[in-house]
């Protein structure tokens, strides 16, 4: 035979070891959540700054770490050029064809301002137009 | 150059980075308020995280109610990419001693950092220390000023002017005079495709999936072509 387990002991047991939601209801979580990401965050900055000094960089991944802006500021831009609406979209899509007028001016100026006054202004006139 | 001139010499190189990190600042402020949260929190934010697009996911995440594992699990998977900055720009800062190395790794950002090697690269004799201090802690105090201002007085930025586009114009601007040689090209490329075709995955798992998936091709092409 097995004994019910009384209904208010099984919601305490619940609420004792539920996963604590944080909201704004509970100041003290926020900050304790704000903590450990700003803790996390500095770890995962400060990782290679602590210990490369300690260890040389052997030379194939010196040459993977030279490649490292071009990989990485090519996967943060390109989804924002060219995912519309939850996919990617090629034509109609303004802000690829704004980004494309805006790596033209990069290409030929190198100046990081032009670049961006060229990107919002292409992107204004593709929005006036279509 | 000294001290004073590589560090002024950072402050100019990321000003123009500027017009997209001001109205980012002010949304992340601004929509920290919106949630509920304090201006004591959203300051706390700024401080300790200094990351706009984890912190904009965290706010999300506190405004739905997400549990604690879900919100930190997100924000220091949005962070993780950063794991490749700071073994990027270690060997430029390897020397430097750790008080210093502590503050530069708090510091860190994409901008600061990609400024930082695309012109280390480029230039033998400018100080490491100080041109990085002068783009990050620059951004530093830009940010901080910014999300004060929007927490206490919103983000009023003009709608029609589309001032988001600003952020990845900027690396943008960056990434074009930065990529050299058929590696580059390749990292690049690749890099693109792959964060595009895995833009919809969770945990921001398709940026980090195209910049490893980019990287791995340069070292391709390069291999090959030797």
């Known amino acids: 035979m097995t004994a019910a387990v009384p209904a208010v002991a099984t919601a305490d047991v619940a609420r004792r070891f539920a996963v604590p939601a944080v909201t704004t209801a509970d100041p003290g979580l926020v900050w304790l959540a704000v903590a450990a990401i700003g803790l996390g965050t500095f770890a995962i900055r400060l990782s290679f700054l602590l210990v490369l000094e300690r260890v040389s960089v052997p030379p194939l991944a010196e040459r993977a770490l030279a490649l490292v802006p071009a990989a990485v500021l090519s996967a943060l831009v390109a989804p924002t050029l060219v995912v519309a609406d939850g996919g990617p979209a090629v034509w109609g899509n303004d802000r690829l064809l704004a980004g494309a007028v805006a790596t033209v001016v990069a290409w030929y100026t190198e100046d990081i301002l032009a670049t961006i006054v060229a990107g919002m202004g292409a992107l204004l006139v593709l929005q006036a137009l279509l | ?226």
């Open chain 2, 1 to 226: 150059m000294t001290a004073r001139e590589d560090f002024a010499a950072g402050v100019r190189t990321v000003a123009p980075v500027l017009v997209g990190i001001v109205p980012f600042g002010l949304v992340a402020g601004a929509a920290a308020v919106g949630a509920g949260l304090s201006v004591a929190h959203a300051v706390g934010l700024s401080v300790l995280v200094f990351a706009g697009a984890s912190q904009l996911a965290t706010i999300e995440l506190v405004d739905a109610g997400a549990s604690l594992g879900v919100v930190l699990l997100t924000a220091l998977v949005i962070n993780a990419r950063m794991v490749m900055y700071s073994a990027s720009i270690a060997p430029h800062l390897a020397d430097e001693p750790l008080r210093w190395r502590l503050p530069e790794a708090y510091l860190l950002t994409d901008q600061a950092y990609a400024l930082s090697v695309v012109r280390f690269a480029r230039d033998e004799a400018v100080s490491r220390r100080w041109f990085y201090l002068g783009c990050a802690v620059t951004l530093w105090v830009v940010w901080q000023v910014c999300t004060v201002l929007g927490a206490a007085l919103g983000a009023r930025v003009p709608p029609w002017l589309p001032l988001e586009f600003a952020v990845p114009l900027s690396f943008l601007a960056i990434l074009v005079p930065a990529v050299e040689g058929r590696a580059g090209a390749a990292a690049a490329a690749v890099g693109a495709g792959v964060a595009v075709l895995g833009a919809g995955l969770p945990y921001n798992a398709g940026l980090l999936a195209g910049a490893s998936a980019g990287i791995l091709a340069g070292l391709l092409v390069e291999a090959w072509a030797a």
